[in-house]
Nanobody, 114 residues
Framework: QVQLVESGGGLVQPGGSLRLSCAAS????????MGWYRQAPGKQRELVAS???????NYADFVKGRFTISRDNAKKMVYLQMNSLKSEDTAVYYC????????WGQGTQVTVSS
């Protein structure tokens, strides 16, 4: 069983930056593929970025060049650096872990507004 806890969300102005963190406990973190998803009000949850156990990254087109996902296996952490934020990035951001099973965090709110 893997537990995931996100942090780092908040209110930021357009063009600003935030860094989301996800702390994992339980399980063997290094074997899990990790991802960040988001869900805006009235919309489906969508993949933002993912990183495999070997460090291969994948990004949704709408964040390419602005967001960076990374992981620290020793600390059991995954991060999402978000730059050049736009109002349309406003959503609840969820951390996800996948291996034999799939796990979700409780989410952290990101609001981009002036």
């Amino acid at each position: 069983q893997v537990q995931l806890v996100e942090s780092g969300g908040g209110l930021v102005q357009p063009g600003g930056s935030l860094r989301l963190s996800c702390a994992a406990s339980g399980g063997i973190f290094s074997v899990h593929a990790m991802g960040w998803y988001r869900q805006a009000p009235g919309k489906q949850r969508e993949l933002v970025a993912s990183i495999t156990s070997s460090g291969i990254t994948n990004y949704a087109d709408f964040v390419k060049g602005r967001f960076t996902i990374s992981r620290d296996n020793a600390k059991k952490m995954v991060y999402l650096q978000m730059n050049s934020l736009k109002s349309e990035d406003t959503a609840v951001y969820y951390c996800n872990a996948k291996w034999l099973n799939e796990y979700w965090g409780q989410g952290t709110q990101v609001t981009v507004s002036s």
